[in-house]
């Protein structure tokens, strides 16, 4: 089974649509936008990295950054591919954002440098 990564979340609709991780030393948002011509949520997660300033916005609960916050998508993964824990609220499997990762980074847990 593979190693499950705890997660925050905003906007839920069947799984999180909005979701902040740390994988390695980085952090990351994904984000399932709702698209108003479909009438439903994007059916992958667009991945964005996040700077370490959203951290302190992350543990006060707040949610504000991400619309202030200037973000490069750096991939997407389909959301029916992301797996997550039985509550679909808690952690997932970050393994996909493996190759976004530098190949020294793949195996490092999280912390600041």
Not at 60 to 79: E, I, M
Request: aromatic share 12%; hydrophobic share 35%; proline share 4%.
């Amino acid at each position: 089974m593979a190693k499950m990564t705890r997660f925050r979340y905003v906007e839920f609709y069947d799984v999180p649509r909005c979701i902040a991780l740390r994988y390695g030393k980085r952090l990351f948002l994904l984000q399932s936008a709702f698209d108003e011509d479909l009438d439903d949520y994007e059916s992958s997660y667009s991945i964005f990295e996040l700077p370490e300033s959203a951290e302190d916005s992350l543990k006060k609960g707040l949610w504000d950054f991400v619309g202030k916050t200037p973000r490069t998508c750096v991939g997407q993964v389909p959301v029916a591919e992301v797996t997550f824990d039985s509550s679909t609220r808690n952690e997932l499997d970050a393994s996909f954002l493996d190759g976004l990762m530098p190949s020294q980074g793949a195996n490092e847990t999280g912390g600041r440098k």
